[in-house]
């Protein structure tokens, strides 16, 4: 038989390693609508993200210039109104990835310059 606390740092260690295994374990799930969410602001759920998380942005006209300079998820969700529509405020790109295995889906950009993104 085991003695209790051998079998208790036996299984702190397997609890260690197994969730050290399991990608985006802390990642957390940022809500970003018009109203009624935690931001109106895709850049300023950006800001406030860490590398990992998923920010979910739902229908709507958003008039702002994006950076993401983290590692996260940008998800554009059709709320029922379409998907989200990104439209600069500010002449320029819609969005600048400047950072490494960033993941942007399910957006309309519109009135951005020519051959930019």
């Known amino acids: 038989m ?4 051998r079998f208790i740092c ?5 609890t260690t390693v197994c969730s050290s295994l399991m990608p985006g374990a802390g990642a957390a799930i940022i809500t970003v609508a018009s109203s009624g969410a935690e931001f109106t602001s895709i850049q ?16 709507g006209t958003y008039l702002e210039n994006i950076q993401l300079d983290k590692k996260v998820e940008l998800i554009g969700e059709d709320s029922g109104g379409g998907a989200p529509v990104i439209e600069p405020s500010v002449k320029g790109n819609g969005i600048d990835i400047l950072a490494n295995g960033c993941r942007v889906e399910g957006f309309t950009i519109q009135n951005i310059l020519s051959d930019t993104g």
Do not use: E, M, Q, Y
């Open 10 to 14: 036996c299984l702190l260690i397997l």
């Open 44 to 59: 300023a759920a950006i800001n406030r993200s860490v590398a990992g998380d998923v920010i979910l942005v739902r229908s």
């Open 2 to 5: 085991i003695p209790i606390h």
